[in-house]
């Protein structure tokens, strides 16, 4: 009989916990379709602040915020509670990405470099035009 035998006991007990919660969120993800559900991670983060011994807010995007100020800042956040949450919660949802405003446009015209070089070339002083061409005659 090991003198670790209450250590050893509540590992066996913690991969046992971890392997049944795995199991059941797996399900709850499949039938969500990983979407994230609101009343599931509710329940879930309030179970997490409880655990963490913080307060538990929702952001604009729908994101637990879990810190121990009066009011959640970046400095009052609950690191800990934070990244166990990412990685125990989080990792299994998936996120829509916010879709661009249809008027925003990143396309870019190609770069001419002769057509940069007569705009440059605008700007100068007849004096300054007249060095310039002087250089690559």
């Not at 007569?118 to 004096?127: R, S």
Request: net charge positive; proline share 5%; glycine share 4%.
């Amino acid at each position: 009989m090991s003198r670790f035998n209450k250590v050893i006991t509540a590992y066996r007990d913690y991969l046992t916990a971890g392997s049944e919660y795995a199991k059941a969120l797996r399900e709850a993800v499949t039938q969500l379709k990983g979407k994230p559900c609101p009343e599931l991670l509710g329940e879930l983060a309030a179970v997490h602040a409880e655990k963490y011994q913080c307060k538990l807010s929702w952001s604009d995007k729908g994101e637990a915020q879990f810190y121990t100020g009066a009011k959640y800042t970046y400095e009052g956040r609950h690191n800990a509670a934070r990244m166990s949450w990412q990685r125990n919660v989080r990792v299994h949802f998936t996120i829509d990405a916010p879709k661009a405003s249809p008027k925003a446009s990143f396309k870019t015209e190609p770069a001419d470099p002769v057509a940069k070089m007569i705009k440059a070339m605008e700007k100068l002083t007849p004096a300054q035009r007249r060095k310039v061409l002087a250089a690559f005659a």
